[in-house]
């Protein structure tokens, strides 16, 4: 079964310090990973893939399959930052539909 | 850009009635999809499509059912609704095979 699990619900960091939202999965076979992100007011929109491999607003995210992760990362998190943000997974050799973690709620405090 | 439009933002609904929520999208493509969105639990699948006429059950089907007369429009209908189904409901389209999902601005549907 294909799962993702985001840990931390809520996650609060003062502007220019680091930030690493947690996303951890499970598929048997190679998955594509994504994050998409929904601020204030706005549609849910994908900010980075991992076979992108590029960096999207600053923020960057590995594929570990060692460690079946895909955090998300950022060395200077900024106020813009905050938002929802959702990891997300598709079976490559599935059907086309997303996998979505249940979420992590990041603030940006000045 | 791709455009992603739902017909309501928000709706209110009694028990028992029956529901339609609209999505129609302008580029063409072939998947679309039905979530809904709760705190919590994050975003769960209810239906998709791969095209006109075909449909799938996703997660959490039960209480609801879909139409796919033409390609751009995918229409969630809630036979009989139930407080317990209010949310907000996101509507999203893709390119196959595993490209970018684009979504709807959502449909925040209470149940009284």
């Known amino acids: 079964a294909q799962r993702v699990t985001q840990p931390e619900k809520l996650l609060s960091v003062f502007k220019g310090a680091p930030v690493e939202l947690k996303c951890n999965y499970s598929?048997?076979?190679?998955?594509?990973l994504f994050w998409y992100v929904q601020y204030s007011r706005q549609r849910l929109q994908l900010l980075l893939r991992?076979?992108s491999r590029e960096s999207i607003k600053g923020f960057t995210a590995d594929l570990n399959k060692g460690e079946t992760s895909f955090h998300l990362k950022k060395p200077f998190a900024q106020e813009e930052d905050s938002a929802m943000y959702y990891c997300?997974?598709?079976?490559?050799?599935?059907?086309?539909?997303?996998?979505f973690g249940q979420g992590t709620r990041l603030t940006i405090n000045p | 850009d791709v455009k992603v439009t739902q017909s309501s933002r928000y709706l209110v609904k009694r028990t028992g009635e029956k529901v339609f929520l609209e999505c129609v999208q302008d580029?063409?493509?072939?998947?679309m999809f039905w979530y809904r969105q709760d705190p919590g639990l994050g975003l769960r699948l209810i239906y998709f499509?791969?095209?006109?006429?075909?449909?799938e059950k996703g997660d959490i089907p039960e209480g609801y059912s879909v139409s796919r007369e033409k390609k751009e429009r995918f229409s969630l209908i809630l036979e009989s609704a139930s407080t317990n189904q209010t949310s907000m409901y996101l509507c999203?389209?893709?390119?196959?095979?595993?490209?970018?999902?684009?979504f709807g601005p959502g449909t925040r549907l209470t149940v009284l």
């Open positions: 997300a997974l598709i079976g490559i050799q599935g059907a086309q539909k997303l996998v």
């Open positions: 580029m063409d493509h072939e998947n």
């Open positions: 499509s791969y095209d006109v006429k075909m449909k």
């Open positions: 991992h076979i």
């Open positions: 598929y048997s076979g190679s998955p594509e």
């Open positions: 999203a389209s893709s390119l196959p095979p595993a490209n970018e999902q684009f």
